[in-house]
Each structure stands twice: as C-alpha cells, then as structure tokens.
C-alpha cells in the first residue's frame, strides 16, 4: 500500500495569514502516460464528512474559494490556503487514488491562532 | 441535488453484526463507483471498499476480508454494507463516498458523501 504523510500535524495559523500543508506518498502517483498526479484534498469540520477541495493534485473541485490551491507532482505535494478564514479551521487530508487501496495522510489540524 | 443518505446510528454487542445503507439521488445510480471509508473515534480515514453498482463487483480492503459484504439494489438506488464479527474496534462513523469520475475506467477523487453512520460496538 502507498502511505501518505502529511506535516506537520497540527498547525495554527493568524487570520488572513497563509497557511501551508505537505503531503509525501512513498512512491509516485504520477501517472506518466496522462501526466496526472493521482493526489486529492480534503477538508473535514467536527461532525462532518470529508469535502473534496482539490484533485488531480491542483484542480479545485467546484464551489471551492479560489483561496484553496494545490501543487506539487510524484511524492512531494502542497495545500496552501492563501489567507485564512475562520471557517478553514478543520481537519485537512491527503489522499492518493493512484491504486487500490486509496490512501490518506494522518491528517493536520489547523486552527486560529 | 445529488445526494448520498446513510441510515441511522447503530448499537451493537461483540460478535454481532450490522448492516448500513447507503441511498443515492439526484445523479445516475449506476455510473459511479461508491466506497466505504470508517473514522474510528478521533483517527483518521480507513478505506473498506467499493462496489460497482452497475454490475455489483467489489473489492474489498484486506483488512476486512471476510468480515465485510457490500451489495446494492438497483431499484432504489441503494448500497449496503455488512460488518461481521463485531468488536470494539468496529466502533466509528461509517461513510458511503461516490467516486468523482463518471464510468469505471480511471479511478478518481470522492466527490460526494454521506453524512456517516455512528456505529457503536458495546458490551
């Protein structure tokens, strides 16, 4: 199985400050025949389901606040959240579907500081 | 609006089992693959694995081989999943996801899910 790692695991971050999320896979999920990077986002609040803010690694899922932006290819990618809202507080995974079993990062917590 | 709606909570002794649903609406039932992911309490996400409502095959995490079924009724657009052999370490939310791309060809993100079904494994 591909195990995602996601740093740091908690992070507190000022209003309107920007706030950076990284995720490793232990191998690539670089499809190289379509050149997509098999990698998503998500955003869970307490007592919610995840909701899907990025995939193929940097494309934002519809109705998404263009705040939200994903980058990164093969192993090493990023969420970044350019200027923190009060509502991002939550908890922010990444996930790989590039084979089966998908996978997800531990998670990270990010709160306001 | 397209939809994912998970049955209620459960409470159930060890070694029993339980059966969770999964009603789709508002998009074509039978072109998305739909997944099974559990949160234990405070824990991250745990895949268990996916159905393909059009012909009814699964693949199951191996986790859970043995142990789990997922079936679905076409007629009302519903899957199901069956956990057996209950223990305490069963006890989480229990989520119903579609997979994003239409079709079975490449696999892709979750797009939708349901609200989640609290399972409770107690003595």
């Known amino acids: 199985d591909i195990v995602m790692t996601q740093s740091p695991d908690s992070l507190a971050v000022s209003p309107g400050e920007r706030a950076t999320i990284n995720c490793k896979s232990s191998?690539?999920?670089?499809?190289?025949?379509?050149?997509?990077?098999?990698l998503a986002w998500y955003q869970q609040k307490p007592g919610q389901p995840p909701n899907l803010l990025i995939y193929w690694a940097s494309t934002r899922e519809s109705g998404v606040p263009d705040r939200f932006s994903g980058s990164g290819s093969g192993t090493d990618f990023t969420l970044t959240i350019s200027s923190l809202q009060a509502e991002d507080v939550g908890t922010y995974y990444c996930q790989q579907y590039y084979t089966t079993p998908p996978t997800f990062g531990q998670g990270t917590k990010l709160e306001i500081k | 609006q397209m939809q994912l709606v998970q049955s209620g909570a459960e409470v159930k002794k060890p070694g029993a089992s339980v059966k969770v649903s999964c009603k789709a609406s508002g998009y074509t039932f039978m072109s998305y693959y739909i997944y099974w992911v559990r949160q234990a309490p405070g824990q991250g996400l745990e895949w268990m694995g996916m159905i393909n409502p059009s012909s009814g095959r699964t693949t199951y995490a191996q986790k859970f081989q043995g142990r789990v079924t997922m079936t679905r009724d076409t007629s009302t657009s519903t899957v199901y999943m069956e956990l057996s052999s209950l223990t305490s370490d069963d006890t989480a939310v229990y989520y119903c996801?579609?997979?994003?791309?239409?079709?079975?060809?490449?696999?892709?993100?979750?797009?939708?899910w349901g609200q989640g079904t609290m399972v409770t494994v107690s003595s």
């Open positions: 996801a579609r997979e994003k791309g239409v079709g079975f060809s490449e696999s892709d993100a979750f797009d939708i």
């Open positions: 191998q690539s999920v670089l499809y190289s025949s379509n050149d997509k990077n098999y």
